[in-house]
């Protein structure tokens, strides 16, 4: 089994969202810059553990290229903004970068509740507090929005735990696509569809967050166990 251990050391508490592991096994890449827009309502404050307390975004993003192609995405990162006018590697790879089991959730979470997010704002903050709490959660401990190395505090925190309580079993139901920024958010969407040519990237790349980039100081640090 994967798992991923993450050593954080934050400057300072604002606004962020975050990025989430992609589903498939594709090992090319593409890149796209893009913009991005929020509904109303989207500020939540969270608290986990290696972070301590702070507001984010917690809501669907409406990313725009700059070729005019519109596509819907969610974060998984804690230590970064999202931020207009980035240029992400496109990419289906995320080797390593998250444990089987969360790997499997994510895709478990798209599949069983994705199709009904539509545009409610209460809805796609719970989706993406569910998204955090599988990439948060420490290994081996049940899916808690209350409690536990991730916890919440927000009126979308109950949303978020009923689709964590309702996972379900079907695995499949999207393409998730990676948007890697090496400096901003990165990214996942279920819908992306660009016309932008592929790049080779040897397998096994993991093409997530490095460096130094909005509020903090992310190292990732990996182990198999």
């Not at 990313?63 to 192609?69: I, K, Q």
């Amino acid at each position: 089994m994967k798992t991923n251990k993450f050593r954080r050391s934050f400057a300072l508490a604002a606004s962020a969202c975050v990025l989430t592991g992609v589903l498939a096994t594709g090992a090319s890449a593409s890149t796209v810059t893009a913009d991005y827009s929020v509904g109303a309502n989207a500020y939540t404050r969270i608290d986990a553990s290696s972070q301590g307390r702070m507001s984010v975004l917690a809501a669907q993003f409406k990313m725009e290229t700059t070729a005019g192609e519109s596509f819907l995405a969610y974060c998984l990162d804690l230590a970064h903004h999202i931020a207009d006018g980035v240029a992400y590697k496109v990419t289906t790879l995320a080797d390593g970068w998250f444990s089987d089991t969360a790997v499997k959730d994510i895709d478990r979470l798209f599949t069983s509740h994705y199709a009904s997010l539509g545009s409610d704002n209460t809805r796609n903050a719970g989706f993406q507090l569910a998204l955090w709490e599988i990439v948060e959660e420490s290994s081996g401990n049940s899916y808690d929005l209350s409690s536990g190395a991730f916890s919440v505090t927000s009126r979308a925190a109950a949303q978020g735990q009923s689709f964590l309580d309702n996972l379900g079993s079907a695995t499949g139901g999207y393409k998730l696509t990676f948007l890697d920024s090496d400096t901003n958010q990165s990214l996942v969407s279920a819908d992306f569809s660009t016309n932008v040519a592929p790049v080779p990237v040897p397998a096994g790349l993991p093409l997530l967050l490095t460096g130094l980039g909005g509020i903090a100081l992310i190292r990732r640090k990996r182990s198999k166990a």
